[in-house]
């Protein structure tokens, strides 16, 4: 599996970016698909999944109310709606692969997309 992630830029406080992660073959096998992220200097984070049958999603407590993640298994595309953007969500975003169910630990994710870059700042 391919990832390919998008989306990302710069904005201001209070705004709201949706990144995109075209991911062929999604649809095809049970692919729980997440969202990662990692700041300056910091570790590779979770942000999100969606477990592969699409019944069941999660967040980290910090994007809670503010990020929606969905999936779209017709395009094979993997989305993070991100709201009320704050500086501290400034970080690389990656989306990450894996067959069955949902993990937080990057280590248990076996695909990865190059990283888009997101930038929260005035």
């Known amino acids: 599996v391919q990832l390919q992630a998008s989306g990302g830029g710069l904005v201001h406080p209070g705004g709201s970016l949706r990144l995109s992660c075209a991911a062929p073959g999604i649809a095809s096998r049970r692919y729980t698909m997440s969202w990662f992220r990692q700041a300056p200097g910091k570790e590779r984070e979770f942000v999100s999944a969606s477990h592969w049958s699409g019944g069941s999603t999660i967040y980290t407590d910090s994007v809670k109310g503010r990020f929606t993640i969905s999936r779209d298994n017709a395009k094979n595309t993997l989305y993070l709606q991100m709201n009320s953007l704050k500086p501290e969500d400034t970080a690389v975003y990656y989306c990450?692969?894996?067959?069955?169910?949902?993990?937080?630990?990057?280590?248990?994710?076996?695909?990865w997309g190059q990283g888009t870059l997101v930038t929260v700042s005035s």
């Open positions: 990450a692969a894996r067959l069955d169910g949902i993990r937080k630990n990057p280590n248990d994710y076996d695909y």
